[in-house]
């Protein structure tokens, strides 16, 4: 039977992907796959104008503190929060 490790990787169309944990089972991996993806879902959502301009100032930096916060919290890390999506990729394990 071949070996596999299950990676996580956080995907975007502009960057290209990045590896952020590997498994030994694959049901391991989904799981925390499920994590990235529900909290990504939370988002704080952007104000209407979201320009930084004295009309909407406090409005807009309310939304960045909460925006940094959750990009903070993030279970993938702050460095990965951005990524448009999460996919897990099987690789040939050999110990």
Not at 29 to 43: G, I, P, Q, V
Not at 51 to 56: G, I, K, L, W
Not at 78 to 90: L, P, T, W, Y
Request: net charge negative; with cysteine; glycine share 6%.
């Amino acid at each position: 039977m071949k070996r596999q490790i299950h990676v996580v990787m956080a995907c975007t169309d502009y960057e290209g992907d990045r590896p952020l944990r590997g498994f030994a089972e694959a049901g391991a991996a989904a799981a925390f796959k499920d994590k990235l993806e529900t909290y990504s879902a939370r988002r704080p959502p952007a104000p209407a104008e979201c320009v930084d301009t004295p009309e909407n100032d406090a409005e807009h930096e309310a939304w960045w503190k909460k925006l940094e916060r959750w990009r903070e919290r993030h279970p993938a890390g702050k460095d990965h929060s951005d990524h448009n999506h999460f996919e897990v990729i099987g690789l040939p394990y050999t110990p």
